[in-house]
């Protein structure tokens, strides 16, 4: 049988906290700065309001093609980018506002496209239209969600175990979100509601590993009474090591197949549970360990 780990490792993370509490402090105010300069998410239209046409052509047709067709409409503010990775397909959106959020300009803009090209073959793959109050309470939902699970999680841990387990749970799982939200701007991905879902996956699937390494570590306190903490957490660490990262891999495969073949509309989704997945086995050992580790002696000193 094909093993990672073998059986028998014996390495220190604990030993390494310091150096693992630096590094994902850079990584959290890297994405918090790059969330300043970009004045916030790149909120989808889901999250904003307003007109959102998703075009494809059957031929070669040049994003400044698609802006001079769309160059005369009196519809507002249409910003043109391209979408997917064959670069054939763009997005064409109006920004919110009540009078912009109609499904008869919506047909103007194709029109428009199908009479400034017409032997390119428009394809038309969705046309969302979202009014800017929902816009709005769809984002504090979105928001509010996520926070939410975050919190109820590290309740769980705490009551299922020891507040300490359940401190640093909610601490790994914070951990995760922010890193997560910071590559999302670090990489100008869309945020909309399945990049939401993405988020609130990750929050589960980084409290399965927190939960998988902290039973092993409760369950080793009870055999090995006399043993030091930092020994004994490295013990069950080593003991999970080489299921936490079969799992994570298996589901990163599936993941990157996804994010690569999936399409445009999956990126989003994809991209953030790669990043939260490999952040979330991460923050499980050298994150959520250590802070019981700690807590542990604080208390018996």
Request: proline letters at 2%; hydrophobic letters at 50%; charged letters at 20%.
């Amino acid at each position: 049988m094909l093993q990672i780990i073998k059986p028998g490792s014996a390495f220190d993370f604990v030993r390494f906290r310091n150096a693992a509490f630096i590094f994902s402090a850079a990584l959290i105010l890297t994405g918090l700065g790059s969330l300043v300069m970009r004045g916030g998410p790149n909120y989808g239209i889901d999250f904003t309001g307003g007109l959102m046409v998703h075009i494809g052509f059957e031929k070669p047709v040049t994003i400044e093609q698609v802006r001079d067709a769309v160059a005369g409409l009196e519809v507002g503010d249409i910003s043109v980018q391209t979408f997917g990775a064959e670069g054939d397909e763009y997005l064409l959106r109006v920004p919110s506002g009540e009078d912009a959020v109609s499904g008869g300009r919506a047909a103007q803009i194709k029109d428009a496209l199908r009479s400034a090209l017409p032997d390119a073959g428009l394809d038309e793959k969705r046309t969302e239209i979202v009014g800017p109050r929902v816009g709005k309470d769809l984002r504090r939902r979105g928001i509010l969600s996520v926070f939410a699970a975050t919190i109820m999680m590290g309740l769980y841990i705490a009551v299922r175990f020891e507040l300490r387990f359940g401190v640093g749970a909610g601490v790994a799982l914070l951990h995760d979100v922010l890193i997560a939200v910071g590559a999302l701007s670090l990489a100008n991905v869309e945020v909309d509601l399945s990049v939401v879902a993405g988020l609130l996956t990750v929050v589960g699937y980084s409290v399965n590993d927190t939960v998988v390494v902290s039973d092993r570590i409760r369950e080793n306190m009870r055999r090995f009474r006399a043993e030091d903490l930092a020994a004994l957490i490295n013990r069950s660490v080593n003991e999970t090591l080489s299921r936490t990262l079969v799992t994570t891999l298996t589901t990163l495969l599936v993941l990157l197949a996804l994010f690569f073949f999936g399409g445009g509309v999956i990126r989003g989704f994809a991209f953030t549970l790669i990043v939260g997945l490999t952040v979330g086995t991460y923050s499980s050992i050298f994150i959520a360990s250590p802070i019981v580790e700690h807590w542990g002696n604080r208390e018996a000193a």
